[in-house]
């Protein structure tokens, strides 16, 4: 145990957070809640980033982009196998649906060469503003003001009652007066 009775992976799980977090407060984190000595730290990581998802626990190069990146390979094998099929089955289709069956591919080809245009446009700078919008969306969020209902024991129907006594003899005026009320707002 070192750094405030701390264990060694979360003692670099701080200074990790720390770095990619400057602006907040680690002990906002409950640690050891989270700690399993049997994971590592890429696990522990892991846990923590799911926990608390308001918080940056990944480099830019790290677990995001790398599962974009297979996931974008697997789009381009997809694609890549879709214009075999299509070529294959153009001589047995008949010709309409083999030219439906194109335009899909061709449309797809069309998409994904858009997406790559997008994505090279695209700098650490503009990340670095949505993830700052995405914050402070967030935290919109978490401050909205919801107003409760007011909750009344006397029904709007029924009179008032005043904090004070009317002066003697007047009690009929004063009675004549709410009632007048009470008709008008109904």
Same mark, same amino acid.
């Given at each position: 145990m070192s750094e405030k009775g701390y264990p060694p992976l979360?003692?670099?799980?701080?200074?990790?957070?720390?770095r990619l977090n400057p602006d907040v407060d680690p002990e906002k984190i409950d640690w050891m809640s989270y700690y399993d000595e049997t994971l590592s730290y890429s696990e522990l990581l892991d846990v923590f980033a799911k926990a608390y998802p308001e918080y940056r626990w990944y480099e830019y190069e790290t677990k995001p982009i790398a599962k974009k990146e297979v996931e974008e390979k697997e789009e381009e094998e997809t694609l890549k196998t879709a214009e075999c099929v299509t070529e294959t089955l153009k001589e047995k289709l008949p010709p309409e %649906? #083999?030219?439906?069956? =194109?335009?899909?591919?061709?449309?797809?080809k069309k998409y994904r060469q858009k997406y790559e245009e997008f994505k090279r446009k695209i700098t650490?700078?503009?990340?670095?503003k949505v993830e700052e919008w995405e914050k402070a969306e967030k935290e919109a969020e978490r401050l909205k003001?919801?107003?409760?209902?007011?909750k009344t024991e006397v029904p709007v129907t029924e009179l008032p009652t005043f904090p004070?006594?009317?002066?003697?003899?007047? %009690? #009929?005026?004063?009675? =004549?007066?709410?009632?007048?009320?009470?008709?008008?707002?109904?």
């Open positions: 979360i003692v670099a799980l701080r200074k990790h957070f720390t %649906e #083999a030219e439906v069956l =194109e335009k899909a591919v061709e449309y797809a650490p700078e503009t990340l670095k003001f919801v107003p409760k209902p007011l004070f006594k009317p002066p003697e003899g007047t %009690e #009929a005026f004063y009675e =004549e007066w709410m009632k007048s009320f009470k008709r008008k707002s109904i």
